[in-house]
């Protein structure tokens, strides 16, 4: 199946105006291009302060980029006018990390807000909120106040209300960051539904690479205002070729604090990969002596993947029979600096 581009961003950059010196400037993104194509669950990660949120926002044109273009649908935003803007917006729509609920406004009327924003008929709006709160299991919640929700639940309610306008785009700002574990799991698997059930490109904005991990297909990086890094989820997580991606590639969630040596390596294991026990393997046959500092399995594009971070002798022949058996047996083998988990 050919792939239709639905976003296009073309050397975008957007610079602002110092808060603290009207003299000064800060550039928060610079020559940006990247494209989005249909039915895709994209994802675009950094850390704290890299630009995502203020791509996202140019995106949709709540914030006009300084330079550059933004084409939605082979439309150029920066030549349509207000009300054409609004009409884009509408097909658009957006969820944020706080949810940004109607709290005077039970579930069914945040939902149906749209719906009498775009003037939709009574009967109509009716029947489309509960088809969507149904989609998103919260027939039972109707009546319902944001203030009686979880924070799950509410963000259930804020998909059904970015639904109501029938978009074929439906961004994500940092959508799951408020969340638990557990909750942000059933929220990435409603979106993969809504996703493969209606075909909505979906552009999931995160700093957590386990988001990306588990449901996008492909991936931007952004660091320091600049688009590092694109490909395939899968080809960024076994080869990041960035020392913005290798950090967000090797977030672990736990720290080492001391090793008694800085040689480290990691070992990507895929779903080709020999399910022999290929470490114990290694020790036994090469006589060479490691420490596991991390390990863990993951499902990236429907794929089964794993990763070992293993501690080397100092010795450099020693390190250099293992890197050396490890690579025989197809296995991708990447050594780490200053690896602090």
């Given at each position: 199946?050919?792939?239709?581009?639905?976003?296009?961003?073309?050397?975008l950059?957007?610079?602002?105006?110092?808060?603290?010196?009207?003299?000064?400037?800060?550039?928060?993104?610079?020559?940006?291009?990247?494209?989005?194509?249909?039915?895709?669950?994209?994802?675009?990660?950094?850390?704290?302060?890299?630009?995502?949120?203020?791509?996202?926002?140019?995106?949709?044109?709540?914030?006009?980029?300084?330079?550059?273009?933004?084409?939605?649908n082979?439309?150029?935003?920066?030549?349509?006018?207000?009300k054409?803007?609004?009409?884009?917006?509408?097909?658009?729509?957006?969820?944020?990390?706080?949810?940004?609920?109607?709290?005077?406004?039970?579930?069914?009327?945040?939902?149906?807000?749209?719906?009498?924003?775009?003037?939709?008929?009574?009967?109509?709006?009716?029947?489309?909120?509960?088809?969507?709160?149904?989609?998103?299991?919260?027939?039972?919640?109707?009546?319902?106040?944001?203030?009686?929700?979880?924070?799950?639940?509410?963000?259930?309610?804020?998909?059904?209300?970015?639904?109501?306008?029938?978009?074929?785009?439906?961004?994500?700002?940092?959508?799951?960051?408020?969340?638990?574990?557990?909750?942000?799991?059933?929220?990435?698997?409603?979106?993969?539904?809504?996703?493969?059930?209606?075909?909505?490109?979906?552009?999931?904005?995160?700093?957590?690479?386990?988001?990306?991990?588990?449901?996008?297909?492909?991936?931007?990086i952004?660091?320091?205002?600049?688009?590092?890094?694109?490909?395939?989820?899968?080809?960024?997580?076994?080869?990041?070729?960035?020392?913005?991606?290798?950090?967000?590639?090797?977030?672990?969630?736990?720290?080492?604090?001391?090793?008694?040596?800085?040689?480290?390596i990691?070992?990507?294991?895929?779903?080709?990969?020999?399910?022999?026990?290929?470490?114990?393997?290694?020790?036994?046959?090469?006589?060479?002596?490691v420490?596991?500092?991390?390990?863990?399995?993951?499902?990236?594009e429907?794929?089964?993947f794993?990763?070992?971070?293993?501690?080397?002798?100092?010795?450099?022949?020693?390190?250099?029979?293992?890197?050396?058996?490890?690579?025989?047996?197809?296995?991708?083998?990447?050594?780490?600096?200053?690896?602090?988990?």
């Amino acid at each position: 199946m050919s792939e239709k581009p639905v976003i296009e961003i073309r050397n975008l950059s957007k610079t602002f105006v110092s808060r603290t010196s009207k003299d000064k400037t800060v550039e928060a993104l610079e020559d940006i291009s990247l494209t989005i194509n249909e039915g895709e669950i994209y994802g675009i990660i950094g850390m704290s302060g890299a630009g995502k949120s203020t791509l996202v926002r140019c995106i949709n044109y709540l914030e006009k980029p300084s330079s550059g273009k933004v084409i939605i649908n082979g439309q150029d935003l920066s030549t349509l006018s207000d009300k054409e803007l609004r009409e884009v917006r509408h097909k658009v729509s957006m969820i944020f990390q706080h949810f940004n609920l109607l709290m005077q406004r039970n579930v069914w009327d945040n939902v149906k807000f749209p719906l009498e924003i775009l003037g939709v008929g009574k009967e109509e709006a009716d029947r489309k909120v509960a088809e969507l709160l149904d989609l998103v299991g919260l027939s039972d919640k109707a009546k319902s106040y944001p203030v009686q929700l979880s924070g799950g639940q509410k963000q259930r309610v804020a998909i059904a209300r970015a639904l109501a306008s029938d978009p074929g785009i439906l961004l994500c700002d940092e959508g799951t960051s408020a969340l638990d574990p557990s909750t942000t799991d059933s929220i990435l698997k409603l979106l993969k539904e809504i996703n493969e059930k209606m075909h909505i490109t979906i552009v999931m904005i995160t700093h957590q690479m386990s988001v990306v991990e588990d449901i996008c297909q492909k991936v931007a990086i952004i660091d320091k205002g600049h688009l590092v890094e694109t490909g395939r989820v899968s080809d960024v997580f076994t080869r990041p070729s960035t020392e913005a991606a290798r950090r967000l590639v090797y977030q672990t969630g736990e720290e080492v604090t001391e090793l008694n040596t800085d040689r480290c390596i990691r070992i990507v294991f895929d779903g080709g990969s020999s399910y022999e026990p290929v470490i114990a393997n290694m020790v036994l046959e090469c006589r060479v002596p490691v420490n596991i500092i991390f390990a863990n399995t993951k499902d990236i594009e429907g794929k089964a993947f794993g990763q070992i971070v293993l501690q080397l002798p100092d010795d450099e022949n020693q390190a250099q029979k293992a890197i050396h058996y490890l690579r025989s047996r197809n296995l991708t083998v990447e050594e780490l600096e200053n690896f602090n988990g």
